[in-house]
């Protein structure tokens, strides 16, 4: 047997018998290779026994007959535009039969595979496909519509969108038809919503129908059918928005009113509709074209900020019924999930088309992030955040990138969580719910007990939560490499990047999550922006050589490699004209962060737990000033006491004081202003931080006894402000030499003429 064929033991073995044939088909098609169908002896006598088999009076056998047919299209063009004739004659009418379902899908896929696998041979085309695609067509409209599996439904419907780009013309008859059976899976359904593998066959197949108008109509016929569905679109939402303000929703003449009464079903059903609207949406915008179209650009913009803006917030007035009202709210985050999906795709289709509407896109989705969302329902806002940056120009003004990057930072800050604050809240937990009322005794922990504790808590428990800490990541990567954000927004996103840079390698991963391949995704993630943030010019990637090498050989992409060592051998960009910037100049600690700063990153809630504490407001406190007739002068530096110490007569009438405010509570030393003309004196809100440590330059020598001017009394207070420069300019303490310890208002008062006698008054003789 060493010489055999292996069509001749397939022949004489596996195909001996119908029996054999479906018995050994699993076997055939494994073993079956192009090479077996090249042209020899053995090819006809393969050719006639497949024919015998689909012309079997058996159905398994045609099942068997139909499925190594269609293997042998698939490995040998030739053998099939030879027997295609054959087996579309044999195949074809098996479709109007009543036939079992494996045998109708056999049959389908192979005639698809006849019709779209020889595009290139005219004959073949003008022979075989012409006379029998329309008939092939119009069988699987048939078959979809009476059919009740919906795996030979998506089947159908799949096909059908293979065939129409390939002979537009030749369905220009069914065209109607093709609309009929897209449409009844399009309207919707109640209470159970269609499938979505359905949706997504029928969807694509109504993103093609404009072939059928040819190159001329099928602009115009996209057109249409786009505008047809932003209306569908507008009409399902304002059936989902009844107990609401109409805000938004002017262009929508009637509504799509479904045909029960029960909000039960009609909620569902028009939800179901507004899904399959923006699916067909998605479908016509990436449906390519025989020739350019004219984009809806605003009308779609506007459905989108439409869908993105919905809340719960607001209702008509009037009666309103409190089951209509809570199934409208209950739908509101897949709402917002199909609204981002439309900007998705609507940012990769339309790219830069997209800019000039990207900053009001923009403005909807960060009042979405900056909500208390769970996670599953910010990740599709951070999606769309990603898409509309990357294809979109970035704007000119910061001010919506660096809000978006103050939403963004809680999710990420959470990765910084120390191991021993949850083992502490995981700990609380479990003795909360093990301790009895009248066990009183200290817990008593030890080192290492988290390891042994089973109910310690993660940070990322669920697949949710660590596919928004990537989507967030990604999105700041792009973000800081246009560098279109706050200089102080972008100084805490970089220092909490290179943070967690630090934290994650002495974090064990199922402190980060269950799934142990989380840790090593954010890993690389986190590197890979660190690289980027140090790949501003060569000489600055030559300082951190070590990390764009670690970086760039671990997990990277071959265009990833070549791009980051290309710009270390062969940087593009011109050289600095400027030296860079040395490291004591970036502010990486608290102690060196400006006003600015620090309430950017006290607003996302980064800090230590005692300062998140103090920074809210609180009464503050002052100590008794004692002043003396000769100097009223009173100390830079006050003393925090606490408020049942404090008289009572400074806490009604409290003496105005000029307290400076610094970003840290670490107290610095004040240089001393001499060459200052005489202090003019501004009363200053007094700050919620206690502790006096100014902005003055480190390694001053400071004075012994230094003294301020206490200001008038005055009940007119400044408010703070958040410039750095302007706070410098108003709570700055003005200080004068050791020598001058007089204020400006005393100088004022002596500065007066002495009052002269007049002694040729005559009062006295008077």
């Known amino acids: 047997m060493e010489g055999w064929h292996p069509l001749k033991a397939l022949l004489q073995i596996q195909l001996a018998s119908d029996a054999q044939a479906v018995l050994h088909l699993p076997y055939i098609l494994a073993t079956l290779r192009a090479d077996d169908l090249l042209p020899s002896e053995h090819t006809q006598k393969w050719t006639t026994r497949l024919n015998s088999l689909i012309l079997s009076k058996d159905g398994s056998a045609r099942w068997s007959g139909l499925s190594i047919a269609l293997k042998s299209a698939t490995l040998s063009q030739n053998m099939m535009l030879e027997c295609a004739q054959t087996w579309v004659g044999a195949a074809l009418p098996l479709l109007s039969k009543n036939e079992p379902f494996p045998t109708l899908k056999a049959a389908i896929r192979l005639l698809?595979?006849?019709?779209?696998?020889?595009?290139?041979?005219?004959?073949?085309?003008?022979?075989?496909?012409?006379?029998?695609?329309?008939?092939?067509?119009?069988?699987?409209?048939?078959?979809?519509?009476?059919?009740?599996?919906?795996?030979?439904?998506?089947?159908?419907?799949?096909?059908?969108?293979?065939?129409?780009?390939?002979?537009?013309?030749?369905?220009?008859?069914?065209q109607n038809a093709l609309t009929k059976l897209t449409l009844k899976f399009l309207n919707g359904s109640a209470p159970k919503p269609m499938s979505s593998e359905i949706l997504s066959s029928a969807s694509k197949l109504y993103s093609l129908l404009h072939y059928t108008g040819g190159k001329v109509g099928a602009a115009a016929q996209w057109k249409k059918s786009m505008d047809d569905t932003i209306a569908f679109a507008w009409g399902s939402l304002v059936n989902t928005r009844t107990t609401f303000p109409a805000s938004g929703t002017s262009e929508v003449g009637a509504l799509h009113n479904g045909p029960q009464d029960d909000p039960v079903l009609n909620i569902p059903l028009h939800l179901d509709r507004l899904r399959a609207a923006v699916k067909v949406l998605c479908d016509l915008l990436q449906a390519s074209n025989p020739r350019p179209v004219v984009l809806p650009i605003g009308s779609l913009v506007r459905l989108c900020v439409a869908l993105i803006r919905c809340t719960a917030d607001e209702k008509i007035a009037g009666h309103v019924d409190p089951l209509v009202h809570s199934l409208e709210v209950s739908i509101i985050p897949r709402i917002h999930a199909l609204g981002c999906d439309l900007v998705n795709t609507l940012s990769i289709c339309s790219k830069q088309h997209l800019t000039p509407h990207m900053s009001q896109l923009l403005f909807y989705v960060v009042l979405q992030l900056e909500k208390k969302y769970p996670p599953d329902q910010h990740l599709p806002f951070i999606q769309a955040s990603i898409a509309l940056v990357q294809n979109c120009a970035p704007p000119h003004d910061p001010l919506i990138h660096s809000r978006l990057t103050r939403a963004l930072l809680p999710s990420i800050t959470n990765l910084l969580a120390p191991q021993a604050e949850v083992s502490r809240e995981s700990e609380h937990n479990t003795n909360n719910g093990t301790r009895s009322k009248k066990g009183k005794k200290r817990a008593r922990g030890y080192e290492g007990d988290e390891v042994f504790n089973v109910n310690r808590l993660v940070i990322c428990p669920t697949n949710e939560d660590g596919e928004v800490v990537l989507a967030t990541l990604e999105l700041l990567k792009v973000i800081l490499r246009n560098g279109v954000v706050a200089p102080a927004v972008q100084s805490i996103a970089t220092r909490v990047v290179l943070a967690i840079h630090m934290a994650l390698p002495q974090m064990p991963p199922a402190h980060l999550s269950p799934d142990a391949t989380l840790h090593g995704t954010v890993t690389e993630s986190v590197s890979r922006i660190c690289s980027e943030l140090v790949s501003g010019t060569a000489s600055t990637m030559s300082k951190s050589l070590g990390l764009v090498i670690g970086t760039s050989m671990q997990n990277s992409t071959l265009s990833n490699v070549t791009r980051e060592l290309e710009l270390l051998v062969h940087p593009r960009a011109p050289p600095l004209v400027r030296s860079l910037p040395h490291v004591e100049m970036l502010s990486l600690y608290r102690v060196e962060e400006s006003q600015e700063e620090q309430e950017t990153r006290l607003a996302v809630q980064i800090g230590i737990p005692g300062e998140l504490m103090t920074a809210a407001p609180e009464d503050i406190t002052m100590q008794s000033i004692s002043t003396s007739n000769s100097s009223r002068t009173h100390n830079v530096f006050p003393t925090h006491m606490p408020s049942n110490s404090v008289p009572a007569a400074l806490i009604q009438n409290p003496a105005p004081m000029t307290i400076s405010v610094a970003p840290t509570q670490v107290p610095q030393i004040v240089e001393p202003v001499v060459d200052r003309p005489a202090p003019i004196n501004v009363p200053v809100v007094p700050s919620t931080n206690t502790t006096t440590a100014t902005l003055v330059k480190p390694g001053t020598p400071s004075l012994p006894q230094v003294k301020s001017m206490v200001p008038p009394p005055s009940s007119d207070l400044l408010p703070r402000s958040t410039n750095t420069s302007s706070m410098n300019s108003i709570s700055t303490p003005q200080v004068v030499a050791a020598g001058s310890s007089t204020m400006a208002v005393d100088d004022e008062d002596e500065d007066e003429p002495m009052p002269t006698i007049d002694m040729d008054s005559d009062s006295e003789a008077e």
């Not at 595979?113 to 006379?131: D, L, N, W, Y």
């Not at 695609?133 to 419907?157: H, V, Y």
């Open 112 to 174: 698809r595979r006849i019709f779209t696998g020889a595009t290139e041979v005219p004959e073949f085309q003008r022979q075989v496909s012409t006379p029998n695609i329309p008939k092939f067509s119009q069988a699987l409209i048939t078959l979809g519509e009476k059919t009740q599996s919906d795996e030979l439904r998506i089947l159908c419907l799949d096909t059908l969108s293979q065939l129409i780009p390939l002979y537009p013309t030749l369905h220009r008859a069914l």
